[in-house]
């Protein structure tokens, strides 16, 4: 079977909508929270989802939007955000969001926005925190998003936890070894990679891919201003920061 992993597609629909493309045909969608929240389509991704088979965790963002987290724990440009993705959502966008759960475990894979001991706040960035993350888990295939950067940890048969950035194109075997996997973001990449951020789990040849594809910032820059969005918000799109 073939997995599609994404994360953080923050209502930036032009990019969801060119990883979609990219991927080819997957056996299912695996996404890792934050579909809204920045971007100006939060209900027309939530609808390109629904057409998809998917399974999904709830971010942060999400949570916001539907008044499950406190817009407050935000700066001032994603509290901005959050509170213009809660008025635009309509009512199937909220029921759907309302729906998604912050954990998922299936057959040794957890899915979850930030991590298992924090499901929608924690940024796993560093070895100790992935270190963490193990230890509060019991399955071998660990993937997270929220960070918004592509990253890999593994920790070996002793526990000691090693991590590297993957690049475009990488891929992983999957062996004995655990692994904490963060695809990257879909709609709001960080790592100074503008282009949008995806992996892929082939769960019969026992690989995990990363990949980065182009998209057409400059329109979802535009649509961006329409939702009144700032310079700044908009503009790192282009930066990929
Ligand atoms: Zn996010």
């Given at each position: 079977?073939?997995?599609?992993?994404?994360?953080?597609?923050?209502?930036?629909?032009?990019?969801?909508?060119?990883?979609?493309?990219?991927?080819?045909?997957?056996?299912?969608?695996?996404?890792?929270?934050?579909v809204?929240?920045?971007?100006?389509?939060?209900n027309?991704?939530?609808?390109?989802?629904?057409?998809?088979?998917?399974?999904?965790?709830?971010?942060?963002?999400?949570?916001?939007?539907?008044?499950?987290?406190?817009?407050?724990?935000?700066?001032?440009?994603?509290?901005?955000?959050?509170?213009?993705?809660?008025?635009?959502?309509?009512?199937?966008?909220?029921?759907y969001?309302?729906?998604?759960?912050?954990?998922?475990?299936?057959?040794?894979?957890?899915?979850?926005?930030?991590?298992?001991?924090?499901?929608?706040?924690?940024?796993?960035?560093?070895?100790?925190?992935?270190?963490?993350?193990?230890?509060?888990?019991?399955?071998?295939?660990?993937?997270?998003g929220?960070?918004h950067?592509?990253?890999?940890?593994?920790?070996?048969?002793?526990?000691?936890?090693?991590?590297?950035?993957?690049?475009?194109?990488?891929?992983?075997?999957?062996?004995?070894?655990?692994?904490?996997?963060?695809?990257?973001?879909?709609?709001?990449?960080?790592d100074?990679?503008?282009?949008?951020?995806?992996?892929?789990?082939?769960?019969?040849?026992?690989?995990?891919?990363?990949?980065?594809?182009?998209?057409?910032?400059?329109?979802?820059?535009?649509?961006?201003?329409?939702?009144?969005?700032?310079?700044?918000?908009?503009?790192?799109?282009?930066?990929?920061?």
């Open positions: 079977m073939r997995f599609g992993v994404i994360s953080d597609i923050h209502s930036n629909l032009i990019a969801l909508d060119a990883v979609l493309d990219s991927m080819g045909s997957v056996d299912q969608y695996w996404c890792l929270g934050d809204v929240g920045y971007g100006p389509e939060p027309e991704c939530i609808e390109r989802l629904l057409e998809l088979d998917h399974v999904a965790v709830v971010g942060n963002h999400d949570a916001a939007a539907i008044g499950a987290a406190s817009p407050r724990l935000f700066n001032g440009e994603a509290r901005r955000a959050v509170e213009w993705t809660a008025r635009v959502l309509t009512k199937e966008s909220a029921e969001l309302r729906s998604l759960p912050e954990q998922m475990e299936h057959d040794q894979v957890l899915l979850v926005h930030g991590s298992p001991r924090d499901p929608i706040w924690e940024y796993v960035t560093s070895r100790g925190q992935a270190a963490d993350a193990f230890a509060a888990s019991e399955v071998q295939y660990l993937f997270v929220h960070t950067i592509p990253l890999v940890f593994v920790q070996d048969s002793q526990g000691k936890v090693l991590s590297g950035a993957p690049e475009d194109d990488l891929t992983l075997r999957l062996g004995s070894e655990r692994l904490l996997i963060n695809p990257g973001s879909v709609g709001q990449p960080r100074g990679d503008p282009r949008a951020a995806y992996a892929i789990v082939d769960s019969d040849r026992m690989l995990v891919e990363f990949h980065r594809v182009e998209y057409d910032v400059e329109e979802a820059q535009r649509r961006m201003k329409t939702m009144g969005a700032s310079e700044w918000l908009t503009s790192r799109l282009a930066y990929g920061r």
